[in-house]
């Protein structure tokens, strides 16, 4: 039985790996093609005229729909992205005994500045892309490939290489990151200097979905502590990624 609990288990994790690399493919695939159209007629990529182009708005409708589908937690989402909700929080027998002690809570303030130095960067960053559309120096296609450079890294950043951990959190893997539920709000961010109803329509959700993260957070910080929080051991995690973890092992740390 334990034999094919394991099984279950590493097979879980092989479909986790294939989905997150085919959504790479599929990503830096609709990038190209939107580079493509950039270089040939970047007109195609301004969703703002008054009878836009058919493609721009399957893409975006695509976005907008990867967007929505976070709101289910299903199976096959890592539990690093779903460790906020209720429903998927193990209590640790070191919460039990001893709630949130003053080694978690520096952990938490790590945790806290982390974000903070993230959302600095990054509102840094997205400023000067506003600067450059408000001042007329770019325009709706530039923005849109702003927003493909974004959506194939976000998807480098779980696959290959995440800069976010290497350089501002250095947390050990994905399933403790503090941001791991920003990635919508930082994939359609730069769509919010373009006033259009389509924009707004795509920034809802992200900004909902982002809301609901931070107000987990604030509230149940013991939710997002490896220390507390037994899902985010590396025997319950259903990422598969992170090349420090050793499932075999099946250590429980």
């Given at each position: 039985r334990l034999?094919n609990?394991?099984i279950?288990?590493?097979?879980?994790?092989?479909?986790?790996k294939?989905i997150y690399a085919?959504?790479?493919?599929?990503?830096?695939?609709?990038?190209?093609y939107c580079?493509g159209?950039?270089i040939?007629?970047?007109?195609l990529?301004?969703?703002?005229?008054?009878?836009?182009?058919i493609?721009i708005?399957?893409?975006?409708?695509?976005?907008?729909a990867?967007?929505?589908?976070?709101?289910?937690?299903?199976?096959l989402?890592?539990?690093?992205m779903?460790?906020?909700?209720?429903r998927?929080?193990?209590p640790s027998?070191?919460?039990?005994k001893?709630g949130?002690t003053?080694t978690?809570r520096?952990e938490l303030?790590k945790?806290k500045?982390?974000?903070r130095n993230?959302?600095i960067?990054?509102?840094?960053?997205n400023?000067?892309v506003f600067v450059?559309?408000?001042s007329g120096?770019i325009g709706v296609?530039?923005?849109?490939?702003v927003?493909?450079f974004y959506?194939v890294?976000?998807?480098?950043?779980?696959?290959?290489?995440?800069?976010?951990k290497?350089i501002f959190?250095r947390?050990?893997c994905c399933?403790?990151?503090?941001?791991?539920?920003w990635?919508s709000i930082?994939?359609?961010?730069?769509?919010?200097?373009v006033?259009?109803y389509?924009s707004?329509?795509i920034?809802?959700?992200a900004?909902?979905y982002?809301?609901m993260?931070?107000v987990?957070?604030?509230?149940?910080p013991?939710r997002?502590l490896?220390?507390?929080?037994d899902?985010l051991?590396?025997?319950?995690?259903t990422?598969?990624?992170?090349?420090v973890?050793r499932?075999?092992?099946?250590?429980?740390?």
């Open positions: 034999r609990i394991l279950d288990f590493e097979v879980l994790l092989l479909k986790v294939i085919v959504k790479l493919i599929l990503r830096a695939m609709i990038a190209c580079l159209i950039y040939t007629n970047p007109n990529l301004d969703y703002t005229v008054s009878k836009p182009w493609g708005l399957i893409i975006l409708g695509i976005i907008l990867d967007i929505l589908l976070k709101f289910v937690p299903l199976k989402h890592p539990i690093g779903r460790k906020h909700l209720k998927f929080f193990i027998d070191h919460y039990l001893k949130i003053d978690d520096k303030k945790l500045n982390d974000g993230v959302f960067f990054y509102l840094i960053l400023g000067i450059l559309y408000f120096l296609p530039e923005i849109i490939m927003m493909m959506y890294g976000d998807m480098i950043c779980i696959n290959i290489m995440c800069p976010f290497l959190m947390n050990r399933t403790g990151c503090r941001i791991f539920n990635d930082m994939l359609v961010i730069p769509l919010a200097a006033f259009s389509i707004y329509i920034l809802l959700p900004i909902v982002t809301v993260w931070e987990s957070f604030a509230r149940h013991e997002f490896p220390s507390c929080n899902s051991k590396c025997s319950n995690c990422h598969g990624m992170c090349p973890k499932r075999k092992e099946f250590t429980g740390k």
